[in-house]
């Protein structure tokens, strides 16, 4: 049984295009998660959801737009794509918000904008 | 603000021997969490290992521990008799209450048969 998933695993696009990722939890966590992971490697937290609510937003460009239909689904819906969007984009929840709180990631979508 | 410093962007290991990497952070916060997760070529990552801050014993998980140094804000990763699948990128995080994790550069680790 898959924990975390995310669709696509892969998403080839053209600049200036608008897409979705979209992210399912089946661990009846409250708080959800996106990270980016750019060419480096380097993971970096997007957003944060607790309970379909906002909690953090760390400076992304407002071209991207979280979604939280219920507190098991976390979209992603990126506009008018750049090629500095070119990474892997990980989906993450965990019980709570807490620090002692583990996330758990889904196994990533990479992006790649050409 | 934290910050998370892995000094390490690659390291190699024989088959069957023990590797360390190491991990410092920097935090005002006292009560904390600190995690070593891999990432292997399929991209998933994959906790390893996790230690509060306020324990002083360090965590243990099979072949995988920690050596967690408080006051140097030190946190290696200790991987005895080394296997080839555990060849992978390994990222140190640490993340306190009403945060969200902060990961280091990662450390790619080889393992050679």
């Known amino acids: 049984d898959t924990a975390v998933s995310q669709t696509p695993k892969y998403l080839v696009t053209q600049m200036g295009n608008d897409k979705s990722i979209k992210c399912e939890q089946n661990?009846?966590?409250?708080?959800m998660y996106w990270y980016k992971q750019d060419s480096k490697k380097f993971l970096k937290i997007m957003f944060s959801?607790?309970?379909?609510?906002?909690?953090i937003n760390e400076t992304v460009p407002n071209r991207f737009s979280p979604k939280s239909p219920d507190k098991a689904h976390l979209n992603l819906h990126i506009n008018s794509l750049e090629l500095g969007d070119s990474a892997v984009y990980f989906c993450?929840?965990?019980?709570?918000?807490?620090?002692?709180?583990?996330?758990?990631f889904g196994p990533g979508t990479r992006l790649t904008v050409l | 603000a934290q910050t998370v410093t892995q000094s390490q962007p690659e390291m190699s290991v024989q088959e069957a021997e023990t590797v360390t990497l190491s991990c410092t952070y920097d935090t005002s916060e006292s009560d904390y969490y600190l995690f070593w997760y891999k990432q292997p070529p399929s991209r998933q990552m994959i906790l390893v290992i996790r230690?509060?801050?306020?324990?002083?014993q360090n965590a243990t998980e099979n072949r995988f521990s920690v050596n967690f140094q408080k006051a140097a804000k030190s946190f290696s990763l200790k991987i005895s008799d080394s296997q080839l699948g555990d060849a992978a990128m390994y990222f140190c995080?640490?993340?306190?209450?009403?945060?969200?994790?902060?990961f280091g550069g990662g450390t790619r680790l080889m393992v050679k048969p």
């Open positions: 993450a929840s965990s019980r709570g918000g807490m620090g002692s709180d583990t996330q758990y």
């Open positions: 959801y607790n309970n379909k609510e906002l909690i």
């Open positions: 995080a640490s993340r306190y209450a009403g945060n969200m994790l902060t």
């Open positions: 661990l009846g966590h409250d708080t």
């Open positions: 230690q509060e801050a306020y324990k002083q």
